[in-house]
């Protein structure tokens, strides 16, 4: 079966610094991998998606960035952090999956990482 | 784009009642509707899914229906429990030649049962 791991599960930084989440899938390959934040309102925003190593998409600009160095890893990064960037972020795969439905956009997500920008 | 909206954004219950959540879409193209759920401090999870060439889904005390002339889905909850408390989100997805269908959600519903 497939998992997916996501840390820190917290995070407390000052602003200015930097940011690195990591993501990581198992039990399948060359997934579909997002990164969502959701902000204290609690709607979903897309931040990148990623088709394939090295294939990376941006929904909304901002500080942010992210990257896939390997099929199965997404990371979510900033040079400097600012407050704006506190929330709840989610990375999320979607793809091929054994014993069940393939071909629709099934979105499995992490479980979360808190960041406080202090 | 696809406009996703979701309602009620708060829906209190007493423990045993019904539960309904309605949203709409905006894109007639859209033919995958899942439904999230969200407990407190986790990752959102599919409770249930509809596709285009359905109209009704039922699993257990949880359904979805579609109405595609009225570009709108429902869910239902029956029989509500205290553990149905959690964030509920809707998402419809719209594929336009891509072959990335991208998921668009709701802003989503804290439903809150009371024993």
């Known amino acids: 079966s497939q998992t997916i791991h996501q840390w820190p599960a917290t995070l407390v930084q000052p602003v200015g610094s930097p940011l690195s989440l990591e993501c990581t899938v198992e039990?399948?390959?060359?997934?579909?991998l997002y990164w969502y934040r959701q902000a204290a309102g609690r709607g979903l925003q897309l931040l990148f998606y990623?088709?394939?190593?090295?294939?990376i998409s941006s929904e909304v600009p901002q500080n942010l960035s992210a990257s896939r160095p390997q099929d199965r890893q997404f990371i979510l990064s900033s040079k400097k952090l600012l407050l704006s960037d506190s929330g709840f972020y989610l990375c999320?795969?979607?793809?091929?999956?054994?014993?069940?439905?393939?071909?629709?956009?099934?979105?499995?997500f992490g479980a979360g990482s808190r960041l406080t920008v202090l | 784009g696809e406009n996703v909206e979701q309602h009620p954004s708060t829906l209190s219950v007493q423990e045993g009642d019904s539960a309904v959540i309605k949203c709409t879409y905006s894109d007639s193209a859209s033919n995958y509707f899942p439904w999230y759920k969200q407990e407190l401090g986790k990752g959102p999870q599919l409770i249930i899914d509809?596709?285009?060439?359905?109209g009704e889904k039922k699993d257990q005390r949880i359904a979805v229906t579609l109405n595609k002339t009225a570009k709108h889905f429902s869910l239902h909850i029956t029989e509500t429990q205290p553990e149905d408390s959690a964030v509920y989100f809707c998402a419809a997805q719209y594929f336009r030649g891509s072959t990335l269908g991208r998921l668009y959600f709701g802003r989503g519903t804290q439903l809150t049962v009371w024993p």
């Open positions: 999320a795969w979607s793809g091929v999956r054994t014993g069940g439905a393939s071909g629709a956009n099934v979105l499995t």
């Open positions: 509809i596709r285009s060439n359905v």
């Open positions: 990623s088709i394939g190593i090295g294939q």
């Open positions: 039990g399948t390959s060359n997934p579909n």
